[in-house]
């Protein structure tokens, strides 16, 4: 079973605090690496996708990516209590005709305080 | 934009009816998932679809059945409703780059 692990929190930061989420993954031939946001009662949204080792920023959210040690982060930085939420991390298994299917983690529960 | 829309955001029926999810995608993606979502359980894949009439099983398929006659519709099937097929489900399409879009969920309650 291709597993996907998160730390379900709560993580709590305060306002203008670096939030870091951090996700492994058992397959090491895993190969596309996403971060969701999903408020409460409503559906996940992409945040950023990477692919290659590194670090990859956009605006106040980088995603860091380490394929030796089977490791993907999303920091966040400044926390606004608008990004209150659970985070999800997803990957797209090696190989075979997956089509697109990415197993997910549980889900990292962030709460930025004012 | 990519737009994934479903049918209705929230859903009564009672046990033993057959219900109907719909999801549509504006964005001719090939793949098409459906998922629910269940608390301390995460996003679990019911079936998934890669092509007009091509359906796979995914994690949790029992009781369930899809549809995908047209490449943008990819239907959820609920054959005989039970009180634990309550659930929020939430119905994804992607493309090539395999970033999945989702729509914005349908909580379904089964009395």
């Known amino acids: 079973q291709k597993e996907v692990e998160q730390n379900s929190g709560p993580l709590s930061v305060p306002e203008g605090a670096i939030a870091s989420l951090n996700c492994t993954y058992s397959d090491r031939g895993s190969q596309s690496f996403f971060w969701y946001r999903q408020y409460s009662g409503k559906s996940p949204e992409l945040i950023m996708f990477i692919y290659s080792n590194g670090d990859k920023e956009d605006g106040r959210f980088t995603a860091q990516l380490n394929k030796a040690s089977q490791y993907v982060s999303l920091l966040i930085r400044d926390s606004q209590p608008s990004d209150s939420a659970t985070y999800l991390c997803a990957v797209r298994n090696a190989g075979g005709t997956s089509y697109g299917k990415l197993t997910f983690g549980q889900g990292t529960i962030l709460t930025v305080h004012p | 934009d990519v737009k994934v829309t479903q049918s209705s955001r929230y859903l009564v029926k009672r046990t033993g009816e057959k219900v109907f999810l719909e999801c549509v995608q504006d964005m001719d993606h090939e793949n098409m998932f459906w998922y629910r979502q269940d608390p301390g359980l995460g996003l679990r894949l019911i079936y998934f679809?890669?092509?007009?009439?091509?359906?796979e099983k995914g994690d949790i398929p029992e009781g369930y059945s899809v549809s995908r006659e047209k490449k943008e519709r990819f239907s959820l099937i609920l054959e005989s409703a039970s009180t634990n097929q309550t659930s929020m489900y939430l119905c994804a399409s992607s493309s090539y780059t395999d970033t999945q879009y989702f729509g914005p969920g349908t909580r379904l309650t089964v009395l």
């Open positions: 679809s890669y092509d007009v009439k091509m359906k």
